[in-house]
């Protein structure tokens, strides 16, 4: 560490009660969110770090920090923290506060309404959380600062996210990639046929081709075993290919057979059946009926067929290919 990243550091204890009294402060204000106070605290280091690093003016002072930790939107900032923790009521809020506006933006910036509506349903998978890393789900809330109000940064999320809708759509990825990246452009991938050329290594193909049919048979009885609720919300997403906002209209309908179980579920709608549903929540239980599919999916192959764990990799190579078409989904219907 630089003598002058030692000197930044340096500053940070003068700054604590300063900043237990922001955490207090919000946490009074939102005491449902589930935040901790080194939540907040650590988020806060981070932002003024960056601020420390980008000032190039003379050694800044300790009242200085402290002057910069005021100007932080820290109810924003508390918000969106307890939403990259995937807390619901921290979501409900979020909903409530900030869907029209988002809204609002997409069809000002958009070419078409339609534009607009996939831009804001990309926008909540991205803050939501599409990746995995280190055991983690990565929250694009996690790269808000309380540097500018969060509608301010929205907006900026909102213009990047129309920019990324023009560009090549993702690459498919393979079933064990979906549990790690849940949204609309990972989800919808279809299990891919491979072209195989004469090209391809003979010996590799025959190697392939023991393990096809317990693959087929793991993902197939993985989803027989499904709860009715989660077959219900695999059909919608990837045979219907209904999106994110689509499902979560259904479930709103008083008649939707997925109703009275999201309002089990859900805390953030004990007092108020009729709350909206927004998509976060239809994403969480997506990524949850994935992570019991392929927990089922590698508990068959190892008990059941006896493989090893580079063998369980093959089948997992070989899920990705297109082993039996929409035949693939015929165990998702319900009773």
């Known amino acids: 560490m630089s003598r002058e990243a030692i000197q930044h550091e340096n500053l940070f204890p003068e700054c604590e009660s300063l ?22 605290k650590d988020s806060l280091c981070k932002t003024v770090r960056k601020y420390l690093q980008n000032n190039s003016s003379e050694e800044p002072t300790t009242e200085e920090v402290k002057n910069f930790l005021r100007q932080i939107q820290a109810d924003d900032l508390f918000l969106a923290i307890a939403c990259a923790n995937g807390n619901e009521r921290a979501w409900w809020e979020f909903d409530q506060q900030h869907r029209s506006y988002l809204e609002r933006v997409a069809r000002h910036l958009a070419r078409t309404d339609i534009d607009a509506q996939e831009v804001v349903d990309s926008v909540y998978v991205e803050l939501y959380g599409t990746r995995v890393v280190n055991g983690e789900r990565v929250s694009k809330f996690a790269t808000y600062s309380g540097r500018g109000s969060l509608r301010g940064w929205l907006r900026t999320v909102i213009w990047h996210a129309l920019v990324d809708l023009h560009r090549a759509s993702h690459d498919e990825v393979s079933l064990d990639e979906m549990t790690e990246n849940v949204g609309e452009g990972y ?49 919608y997403y990837h045979v219907e290919n209904l999106k994110l906002r689509e499902i979560a209209r259904l479930v709103e309908n008083s008649e ?16 108020n059946p ?3 549903i927004h ?49 693939l989904y015929r165990n998702l219907t319900t009773t």
């Open 19 to 40: 900043m237990v009294e922001i955490y207090e402060r919000c946490s009074e204000k939102a005491p449902n969110f589930g935040v901790l106070a080194e939540h907040l």
């Open 187 to 235: 989800a919808h991938a279809t299990f891919a046929k491979v072209n195989l050329g004469g090209e391809v290594d003979r010996i590799n193909q025959i190697a392939k081709d023991r393990y096809r049919k317990a693959t087929l048979s793991a993902i197939e009885n993985a989803f027989a075993n499904l709860d009715d609720h989660e077959k219900l919300l695999l059909l």
């Open 256 to 271: 939707s057979p997925l109703r009275g179980w999201f309002q089990r579920k859900s805390v953030s709608r004990e007092k």
């Open 274 to 276: 009729a709350t909206r």
């Open 279 to 327: 998509e976060s929540t239809v994403m969480r239980w997506l990524e949850k009926s994935y992570a019991k599919v392929l927990k089922m999916f590698r508990t068959e192959l190892q008990a059941v067929h006896k493989l090893s764990e580079d063998e369980l990799n093959i089948c997992m190579e070989l899920a990705t290919e297109d082993l039996a078409g929409q035949n």
